[in-house]
Structure formats: structure tokens, C-alpha cells
């Protein structure tokens, strides 16, 4: 054969010899489950997660209804038929994004024997609980509701057993379990974005602080979400509750559980772990709360926020020797969420912490750092708790020397706080109230005589003198004919900041807010009208009816005015003429606005536990002047309670 025609033959493959496949898993026990960080205590069955969605709108409607006794009835009928239904699916349903919200909407309104059964069904899964994304918010409304059911008496409710169930424990052992679990895990929960909660719960419910008077038990997120349940109408609103006795029923055990709660965290928080969690915004709010907790309780006669090595002291760095200027402590000075845990450390320090922190850090920057966006906030702290005396001596007067001279980088700034804060510490001390209004006066450039009638106007702008001279040509010379126009820009010199520090300026004594009355008198048809509504509103039914009867004399006149007739909207007057005894009524339940005070952020809701140790200590010494039988008398029943 050619060749040319020769071909090749198919190749063919070797016989391989073929090994089967091998399983390399290793064989697991069949008792070994896979879970699921979501779901831990696996899935809700659909039938159940529609009877609950079902039952939830039900619930709702029946608190919600205007006849209230039988609506209550029916409403616990209700929630006994679900206890029976969800009976050993607890922990399933607390997992559920949809049943979770069940059972936060039920434990506000479950008797107290259904609460000591729910918390008796969780035992042993609290902390899997309490860092799953919705068990922790059904953790924290059991709380809530622990709390509520707790200001009752108590004591009656003794254990109850069940040949079936076995012993049902009281509401205090339920809890004092509950502390005990999670006690190994404080440190894990401190850092967890939803255990966090859990935790500043559990340490208002010892202390007994309202829980719902803590407004960051929520992240901004979940607060959200639940405001458009409650506009659904899909929860019951427990917001009146923030209207009951803020003095709560406290056992005597959580009064101890709450000192063990205090070491355990002074010996977690060591200064290396605060310096990591400052900045946090997680641990952060805990952080603060454990500060004011700190500042509440008593070491013998003093707080134990007072001790050398206290947290409050580990925060603020205080040392004897120590002079220089910390970096970690420079960037907290400017950081959004370490600034509120200097804050709540400062409101608790010893005076000589407090001298030493204003040496180190704020001294001769008073205007440098209270003109930042954050540190401005720990000046103005550090200035309402400095001591203040009569003479020009001390880091007070020293802050307000340093406001004379460069206060005006405050106005340009619009940082106008730490000014405020000067201001009414001076009045409320009845102090260096000349020196203070020269600072003001500094800080807007204004001469200590002439410009009087600028005043008012100036800070209300919250420009220099200078400034608003300049502004208010530009716009004279580029103003358009119209009222319209003319009233924008007058709006537009108004600001919130330049009122609040007017109103502190109102606060001093005579003559030291003479500048303000005489600006005032000077501008009668501007700020006349603002005078009208405060006599309104501070007057009795009587003179409300008289201030009626005057303006219907002049009321053409007030109409055709532009701020006149803004106050004339408030009388009522046809309501006036048509019924007099109706406009009486109304008048009357018109309520006077009350001063709001400090800020939240300034007092301490755990202040009030100081007198309650003074009390436990001087009933102690009482038994031990005792004689001796008595004295073991009291120990043995002491012991059995």
C-alpha cells in the first residue's frame, strides 16, 4: 500500500483500573445539627406564623377599642389562648422577624404569672437571645414589662408548683437567674450591637430607673421600624408608660446583684479595653450608663466614681504626677461618640479631677475647643461643674477671661454653647455676672457704650456687630420692592442658638441684663408681639378674658398688622362671640408651657441610689448597737428572707 494512503488507526486508551469514589466527610453523629445564626432554634411553621399575625391584629384592636373593661377581658382570653398555642416554641418564635413582634406586642399586656412562665421557658438561652437581631428586642420588652409587673406587690407571689410542670419560681428568682447566666458573657454583650441593649436593660431594671425613660435602647433602625408598626396600627403603644411612678419597687436582691454588676465591669473595663471601646459606638453607650451607674453608688460616704482607681478615673486619665497631654484623650476630645463619654465621666469626678482635667486640657483652649463641633460639649460640661467664687481667681473666672478676649471666634463659628453654659452658671450662682456680660458683649464686638439698640437683633443673628451692619446694607441696596422679600430676610437673621443665649441672658440680675430691655424697648413693633404671647400664656382664665375683651377693641387694627394678626389667631374670637361659656371652657384648659431644664444628658438617673445605701448602711449600724440576742435574731431572719 502507497504512503501516501496509509492511515493511522484509532488510538486506544490503556484500561485504567477505576477505584469508586470515596466519601472524605467523616461520618457525623446524628445527634449534630447544623444551626443556623439566624434561626438558632430553627424555622416557625407557616400555620403557626399565620395564627400569630392573625392574633396580633386582633390583640391591637382590642386595646385600641374604646370600651375598655370588656376589651381587657377578652384581650387576656386572647393571650391565654396564645400561651397555649406557642407552648415550648418560645424560643422559635423570638427568633421570628414576624412572631418576634408578637410577642414584644404581648408581654406589655400579659398578667404576671404569663411573664414568670415566658421567662421560665428562655432559661438557658439568654444570651442567644440576647445577641440574635429580634430575640434581643423580646428580651429587653420582657424587661419592661418584669419592671412594671415588679411595682406591684411583689411578695405575695410565692413559688408555685405544678406535679406536671414542676416549680414555677417568683419574678426576682427569674431574674436573679438571668443575671446569673449572662454574667459570664458581660464582657461579649458590651460590644455586641444588639446584646448592648439587653445589658443597659437589665442594669436599669436593678437599679430601679424606668426603662423606658433610656432613649438609646434602640438603634436608630429598630426605632424606625417600630414607629411604623405603631402607625399601622400592627403594635400597642406603651408610650403612656413613661407616665407611671418613676419610684419602683426594688427587691433587696437586685440592690446586690447591681454591686456584683459593678465589679464585674470595673474589672472587665481596664484602661487599655476603655481606650479601644471609647470610640465605639456600640460599647460607647453602655460605657456611659455604667459611668452614671458608677457615680450612684456609694463606697462607705462617697461615690465610688471618687476612688483612684475607679472607671470614671481610668476614662479621664487622672493621675498625680500626669501633666502631658494624652493623644488617645486629644482625638476623644474630637470624636462625635467618645465626647458623650467624657461627658457622663466628668459629671461624676472628684473636684481635683476635675481641676486637673481643666489644667490639662481645656485651659487656654477654651475658645479654640469650644468653637469644635464636638469638644464644644465637654467645655460646656466642664463649665457647669467648675466651682465658681465671688473673686476673679479660679479656672471659672479664668474660662471667662479667655471668652473676653477671642469669644468672637465663638459667633463666627456658630458655636455659640459654651457661651450659653457661662451664662447661666453665673446667673445660677449669683457670680461674675458683670464679667460674663462683658464676655458677651466681647464676643459680638459690640462697645461698652452705644449700639444698644442692636442687640437684640445681633445675637438673634448670630453675627458680630460689624457683620450685621454689612449684611443688612447688602441687603437694603439689593432689595427688591414687596413685603414678601423684606420678611424673608428678616427670617433669615433669625436663629435658634442667639435666642437660647438671649433667654440665658434674662436669667442674670439686675442691671447686668439691662443691654437686653433697653434693645427690647427700642424695637416695640418687632418684639412687642412676643410679649403678648407670654402674658397669654402665664394668664389665669380671668385675665385671658380681659386680654379679649381689648383686643376686640383694637382687633381691625390688629388684623392689618403684620405680627398682630398672628396673635389674634390665638384668642378664639369667633368661638368668643358666639359662646362665652364655651370660650371659658377652652381658655381654661389651656395649659401653661413649663421650662424644660437641663438637657437629659446632665443628670444622672441613678443619683437617687446614693440615699438608698446611706439608708441600708445607718439601718445596719442600728442593729449592731443592738444587744446580742437580738443582734443574731436579726441576722437568722435576715438570712431566711
Not at 411578695?155 to 449572662?182: H, Y
Not at 476612688?307 to 494624652?326: F, K, P, Q
Not at 437641663?598 to 441610689?609: E, K
Request: one cysteine or more; aromatic letters at 6%; proline letters at 4%.
Amino acid at each position: 500500500m502507497p504512503k501516501s494512503e496509509r492511515r493511522r488507526a484509532p488510538k486506544r486508551s490503556k484500561q485504567e483500573e477505576t477505584t469508586p469514589d470515596v466519601d472524605i466527610q467523616e461520618n457525623k453523629d446524628d445527634w449534630i445539627e447544623s444551626s443556623d445564626l439566624n434561626t438558632p432554634f430553627g424555622l416557625v411553621q407557616p400555620e403557626m406564623q399565620a395564627y400569630f399575625k392573625e392574633m396580633n391584629v386582633h390583640l391591637t384592636k382590642l386595646k385600641h377599642s374604646e370600651d375598655t373593661e370588656a376589651s381587657a377581658e377578652e384581650a387576656q382570653m386572647l393571650i391565654q389562648a396564645a400561651l397555649t398555642e406557642m407552648d415550648g416554641n418560645e424560643l422559635v418564635l423570638a427568633t421570628d422577624p414576624t412572631c418576634s413582634l408578637v410577642l414584644e406586642n404581648m408581654a406589655g399586656v400579659m398578667g404576671i404569672k404569663a411573664l414568670r412562665v415566658f421567662f421560665d421557658r428562655m432559661a438557658g438561652s439568654y444570651f442567644t437571645l440576647a445577641e440574635h437581631r429580634f430575640g434581643s428586642h423580646v428580651l429587653q420588652s420582657m424587661l419592661s414589662a418584669a419592671q412594671a409587673a415588679m411595682n406591684e406587690d411583689y411578695s405575695t407571689k410565692e413559688e408555685e408548683t405544678d406535679p406536671e410542670q414542676g416549680v414555677l419560681r417568683t419574678l426576682p428568682q427569674l431574674i436573679k437567674a438571668m443575671f446569673l447566666e449572662l454574667e459570664l458573657s458581660f464582657e461579649e454583650m458590651l460590644s455586641n450591637q444588639f446584646a448592648s441593649h439587653v445589658l443597659r436593660s437589665l442594669i436599669a431594671l436593678l437599679a430601679g430607673v424606668p426603662i423606658s425613660s433610656f432613649d438609646d435602647l434602640r438603634s436608630k433602625r429598630s426605632a424606625k421600624y417600630r414607629s411604623k408598626e405603631h402607625q399601622r396600627d400592627m403594635m400597642v403603644d406603651t408610650g403612656a408608660k413613661t407616665d407611671a411612678p418613676q419610684d419602683f419597687v426594688v427587691p433587696p436582691l437586685f440592690l446586690r446583684m447591681l454591686y456584683q454588676l459593678y465589679d464585674d465591669m470595673h474589672s472587665i473595663l481596664q484602661p487599655k479595653k476603655i481606650c479601644a471601646i471609647i470610640p465605639d459606638r456600640i460599647a460607647a453607650p453602655t460605657l456611659s450608663v455604667i459611668l452614671k451607674l458608677e457615680n450612684g453608688l456609694t463606697d462607705g460616704k462617697q461615690s465610688k466614681a471618687w476612688a483612684r482607681d475607679s472607671i470614671t478615673a481610668r476614662v479621664l486619665e487622672y493621675t498625680d504626677n500626669g501633666s502631658e497631654r494624652s493623644d488617645i484623650m486629644e482625638s476623644a476630645l474630637r470624636d462625635t461618640i467618645a465626647t458623650h463619654v467624657l461627658q457622663s465621666a466628668l459629671l461624676g469626678a472628684r473636684n481635683t479631677a476635675l481641676a486637673r482635667f481643666w489644667k490639662v486640657y481645656i485651659r487656654g483652649r477654651v475658645v479654640k475647643l469650644g468653637a469644635h463641633p464636638c469638644a464644644n460639649f465637654v467645655v460646656a460640661t466642664l463649665l457647669r461643674l467648675l466651682p465658681i467664687t465671688s473673686n476673679d481667681e479660679g479656672p471659672f473666672a479664668e474660662a471667662l477671661s479667655e471668652l473676653e478676649q477671642a469669644g468672637d471666634q465663638l459667633v463666627k463659628n456658630s458655636m455659640l454653647g459654651t457661651l450659653q453654659t457661662a451664662v447661666e452658671r453665673c446667673a445660677e450662682a449669683n457670680a461674675l455676672e458683670d464679667k460674663v456680660m462683658r464676655a458677651v458683649l466681647a464676643a459680638f464686638r459690640f462697645p461698652l457704650e452705644g449700639e444698644i439698640p442692636l442687640f437684640v437683633p445681633v445675637v438673634l443673628s448670630m453675627h458680630t456687630l460689624k457683620a450685621f451692619k454689612n449684611l443688612a446694607k447688602s441687603a437694603d441696596e439689593k432689595e427688591v420692592p414687596g413685603k414678601r422679600k423684606r420678611a424673608q430676610n428678616e427670617d433669615e437673621r433669625v436663629t435658634t442658638q442667639g435666642s437660647i443665649l438671649l433667654q440665658r441672658v434674662s436669667l442674670l440680675h439686675p442691671p447686668h441684663q439691662q443691654y437686653l430691655y433697653d434693645s427690647l424697648a427700642k424695637n416695640k413693633a418687632l418684639y412687642s408681639c412676643r410679649v403678648a404671647d407670654a402674658l397669654w400664656n402665664a394668664a389665669d382664665g380671668f385675665t385671658k378674658g380681659k386680654i379679649v375683651e381689648l383686643a376686640l377693641k383694637h382687633e381691625k387694627r390688629l388684623i392689618a398688622s403684620t405680627y398682630g394678626r398672628f396673635f389674634i389667631q390665638r384668642l378664639h374670637l369667633g368661638v368668643y362671640r358666639k359662646s362665652r361659656e364655651e370660650w371659658r371652657e377652652w381658655a381654661v384648659t389651656q395649659s401653661v408651657p413649663t421650662e424644660t431644664g437641663r438637657p437629659n444628658d446632665t443628670v444622672n438617673p441613678f443619683a437617687f441610689l446614693r440615699v438608698r445605701q446611706l439608708e441600708t448602711t445607718s439601718t445596719t449600724r442600728k442593729k449592731r448597737s443592738m444587744d446580742g440576742q437580738s443582734a443574731e435574731l436579726d441576722t437568722i431572719f435576715a438570712a431566711i428572707e
